[in-house]
């Protein structure tokens, strides 16, 4: 389970909370806390809402594409833990202050998002919070997005940001087109999510339950060895959902070190 803090912007003050709450609570969320309050920006909504990881991005991508949402930030919440509120009625019965809040209902069955390895370098959690409902909404056209951060990030940080902002949207991308499929062999679920997934965003084939890509763009850019981090994890992300973390992905060639293809290998 995660804490999230958002930061919406609105023109209209009335209804704000129930109509965002009520979307917070249809994805598997509670409402932990908030606050309204009027400034030259408009209307400023603060949620805190805790659930799980693996329904984050489909929040945020709801919540930035509301009608009533003018703008729209993320970040996670660092203020300690803080009790649940009272349930109540989801059908906008309030609390006695105007703050409606309700039972969430049965968290996804997706397991949640592997931690970051205590090894790895540090992530820039509250950025990648950030991006993460801006490629939700440019899906699929967020490899120039991701470009662009590759050059802007520290470079001990890169592989360990990219993998992780690609399982975040693998299984988001798995969720929202897949999720309703049976469970599949590892094979299966490679050619039948993992390769059409892929071609939404690169050119890839299968070749002997190998999936082969033929143009990433994050080949060539001054890294050393197999750099197709975000592609690397946005395939685990997609295949978490039929087998969990039970499938290791790993790039065992790539155009960067002079292949004619990157070259991902799946091992259950």
Known sequence: MVDVEFRVVSERRDGLLLALGQVVIANGFTLLRQRMLNSDEGVVLVMVVRGPADQLLVLEEKLGTHHLVQSFEASPYEGGSAPPPPPVRANGAGNGNGHATASPPPAASAPPLAPTPATAAPIDV????????????????????????????????????????????????????????????????????????????????????????????????????ECCHFLRGMLGGLLEGQHGGNVRVVESQCRNTGAETCRFEFEA
């Open 126 to 225: 509250q950025r990648v919070e950030t991006l993460l409902p801006q490629l939700a909404r440019n899906y699929p056209n967020i490899l120039l997005q991701l470009v662009a951060l590759e050059r802007e990030l520290p470079p001990a940080q890169r592989e360990a940001t990219l993998r992780y902002i690609g399982q975040r949207v693998g299984a988001w991308v798995y969720k929202r087109d897949f999720a309703l499929g049976g469970q599949l062999p590892l094979a299966d679920s490679v050619r039948r999510i993992a390769l059409p997934a892929m071609r939404q965003l690169v050119q890839a084939e299968l070749q002997d339950d190998v999936l082969r890509v033929r143009n990433s763009p994050f080949c060539h850019r001054g890294e050393h060895g």
